[in-house]
């Protein structure tokens, strides 16, 4: 099997993790508690089983300097600039084409830049991607839950008698971010996995079937990387219809027995959420803090501000910056998206 390319996805506006990220620091050029950019410990992953050379980063205009940054301190220079965000269809798509365009039927490994996974069973899991995308399939990585999480999106993908458990399953439907109650019952269930947005293909084999799938997203796409393979033409590319990779071609390709799930051996999060950070263990993101035992509370604050002490209160999540200070109750972290909505609304947007 020849050496993967790697399609890094580095998009998104991270507005669940706000104040930290914003629209100038979107999460994956955020610290999030390691010392580093986000987008900097995936290319870590990406170098794990590829070369830099091979690694592709998708990205939009307005971090495109900050990504190439980060990117060249690895020895990456495959930048693929977005001229607007058109969802996750239309960056896979593009890295599937400009792959193809150097080298026809290659493996293909896709991920986001905003999650943190860990590098132990990584090599191994993707080992096994790779070789279930070799037989025609597309392929998601996903991670047995361990808790009823509300954040997350759910892979229907029963395990089959008399195989291991990290063996390919065949995936029968998505879930994106269902209630408690259903994600209750999908952890009683056992045969749901969370997804994790990172997918191992042949660029030839996912292009067949967006076409067959998506032709509009497939067509545009083309015609914009006729101008240039690494900046889409502008025109073109904003007439792309904006899609999630899952609704277009995943869904799809699962009615049609072309899609896999494998059980991922690495630890992984999104870091999609303040709720989900505050399930981590403490990383140098952490303020020095003093608070009553088992309060559950989270509080992230840069290096040098102020200590804390929490008195009587639990399940908070505190996040000081320079210009803002929230306070929130965990389990209202997923509604952040709205707290940034209503700043827009206000005509506050020195916060966003």
């Known amino acids: ?38 987008l900097a410990e995936a290319l870590d992953k990406a170098l794990m089983i590829t070369v830099p050379d091979r690694v592709v980063i998708v990205t939009g205009t307005s971090h495109a300097r900050a990504t190439t940054a980060i990117a060249e301190e690895q020895g990456v220079r495959r930048i693929l600039v977005e001229p607007q965000p058109r969802d996750t269809t239309a960056a896979i798509a593009a890295a599937a084409l400009y792959v193809q365009r150097r080298e026809p039927s290659a493996p293909m490994v896709t991920m986001p830049s905003d999650h943190l996974v860990g590098s132990d069973g990584w090599t191994e899991s993707i080992g096994r991607a790779l070789h279930c995308a070799a037989q ?78 998506a032709p509009d997203i497939s067509s545009g796409v083309a015609t914009a990387l006729t101008v240039s393979p690494s900046r889409p033409g502008s025109t073109a590319w904003s007439k792309i219809r904006a899609r999630a990779v899952e609704r277009a071609v995943l869904e799809p390709a699962a009615a049609d027995g072309a899609l896999m799930a494998v059980p991922a051996a690495f630890t992984w999060t999104d870091v999609g959420s303040w709720d989900a950070m505050a399930e981590r263990p403490n990383g140098p993101y952490l303020a020095d803090r003093l608070y009553q035992q088992d309060a559950d509370c989270y509080v992230a604050a840069s290096a040098g501000k102020r200590r804390y002490v929490l008195l009587g209160v639990k399940d908070l999540v505190i996040v000081d910056c320079d210009d803002v200070l929230l306070v929130a109750d965990r389990h209202h972290a997923q509604q952040l998206r709205q707290v940034v909505e209503a700043l827009q609304a206000r005509g506050w947007s020195d916060l966003l």
């Open 1 to 38: 099997m020849s050496t993967p390319y790697v399609a890094v996805l580095a998009g998104g506006s991270g507005t669940r993790l706000w104040p930290l990220s914003r629209r100038n620091r979107p999460k994956f050029l955020a610290d999030v508690g390691t010392g580093r950019p986000l």
């Open 136 to 213: 025609g399939h597309l392929v998601c990585l996903a991670v047995v839950p361990d808790a009823p999480a509300t954040g997350f999106g759910y892979i229907h993908a029963p395990q089959q008698p008399d195989r291991r458990h990290h063996d390919p399953r065949p995936v029968l439907s998505f879930t994106e971010k269902p209630d408690l109650r259903t994600a209750g019952d999908y952890l009683r269930d056992g045969n749901y996995l969370w997804n994790t947005a990172i997918m191992s293909f042949h660029s030839d084999r996912f292009l067949e079937l967006l076409e067959r799938h």
